[in-house]
Nanobody, 126 residues
Framework: QVQLVESGGGSVQAGESLTLSCTKSERTVTHFRSLGWFRQAPGKEREAVACIFRARGLTTYSEIVRGRFTISHDNAKEILYLKMNKTQPEDTAMYYC??????????????????WGQGTQVTVSS
């Protein structure tokens, strides 16, 4: 069973940058067609941050991170990144990467991404 492992979380001051990474536990014959970052703050529902739909060449961002965060995928290394710039205390959450071999169609926590990581904590202090 393929697993996803996030890294790069930590504590930063507001305005600082942080880069999260998500790697696959093993190589597979086929490649993920949908990849995304989601986050969940204490007491709140999980929300989508950004997604890549490789077959469509589409990248999507939530309005709250658009212009500050950048999602990217190293196709050769099969590593998913989330570059977080201009961080805000409101960005404090557990960040999860998710992926699927299908095109899931939408970047939404309710979308059936088949593979999820365990999460990495990001804390932004003011």
């Amino acid at each position: 069973q393929v697993q996803l492992v996030e890294s790069g979380g930590g504590s930063v001051q507001a305005g600082e940058s942080l880069t999260l990474s998500c790697t696959k536990s093993e190589r597979t014959v086929t490649h993920f067609r949908s990849l995304g970052w989601f986050r969940q703050a204490p007491g709140k529902e999980r929300e989508a941050v950004a997604c890549i739909f490789r077959a469509r060449g589409l990248t999507t961002y939530s309005e709250i991170v658009r212009g500050r965060f950048t999602i990217s995928h190293d196709n050769a290394k099969e590593i998913l990144y989330l570059k977080m710039n201009k961080t805000q205390p409101e960005d404090t959450a557990m960040y999860y990467c998710a992926a699927d071999f299908r095109d899931t169609g939408a970047c939404s926590p309710s979308t059936t991404f088949g593979y999820w990581g365990q999460g990495t904590q990001v804390t932004v202090s003011s």
